[in-house]
């Protein structure tokens, strides 16, 4: 579903990602971890067109995105929940939820009631304002507003971040829930090690904008997983 080969990321003078290659495939979560600031987020926001790569290609559902702008990535199938959410506090959890059909064509704007299944907080505070929300619950109606656009690549950057546990179960329930559909390939930026190793079926080991390890769960036990994620 996804392939990027050989990616550079700039932020003005300062190269942020270096010679980046990563595989994801439908069916499986694919996660990328690293400590802070090794460009993780960078990484997401170069697939999703949100800044535009130096070098490299990128090649999702069997097309080259050249630099495809991130409205046209999302009218093709590609679902990005950024970190720190991004919700319109003004806008109510339906209107939010809403904001995804402006990349779908008319016939199928519609709010799945799949969303509510995922997530049952979303119908219960359908006409709440989205800054009326817990952190827990913006997070929820982030990821429930990516689904809306039926995606056949879903980028999730740190969706456990500031997230009280019980909300940070139902998270995880649904990704399990998604990967095990098998049409969508998911690709996780996490910090929280566990999380991530429960929910994971490869890594990719970010350090100083580089992959130092790659592979499979079965590949590596873990500990040493843990040994290469930490500072």
């Known amino acids: 579903m996804l392939k990027v080969e050989n990616l550079d990321l700039h932020y003005g003078q300062s190269k942020i990602l270096k ?45 080259n995105i050249g630099k495809m702008q991130p409205y046209k990535l999302a009218s093709i199938g590609l679902g990005y929940v950024p970190q720190g959410r991004d919700i319109f506090p003004l806008l109510t959890v339906r209107e939010n939820l809403e904001t995804g059909f402006s990349c779908l064509p008319r ?38 507003r990516a689904l809306v656009t039926n995606p056949k690549l879903l980028l999730l950057d740190e969706p456990t ?47 100083r904008g580089e992959v130092t390890m790659s592979g499979s769960k079965h590949q590596f036990n873990k500990a040493e997983m843990l040994d290469a994620v930490s500072v």
């Open 107 to 144: 016939a199928k704007r519609m709010v799945p009631d799949e969303i509510y299944e995922l997530f049952p907080v979303l119908k219960d505070m359908e006409n709440r304002r989205g800054g009326d929300l817990s952190g827990g619950q913006q997070q929820q109606l982030s990821i429930g």
């Open 161 to 207: 971040e500031g997230i009280q546990p019980n909300v940070i179960q139902q998270i995880g329930r649904v990704i399990e829930y998604l990967r095990d559909r098998g049409d969508i390939a998911i690709v996780l930026v996490e910090q929280y090690f566990e999380f991530a190793y429960a929910l994971a079926d490869q890594f990719y080991v970010l350090r």
């Open 19 to 63: 010679d980046v290659s990563i595989d994801a495939s439908a069916g499986q979560v694919t996660c990328i971890m690293g400590t802070n600031g090794v460009g993780k987020t960078s990484l997401l926001k170069a697939i999703s067109g949100v800044h535009h790569r130096s070098a490299g290609s990128i090649v999702f559902d069997g097309q």
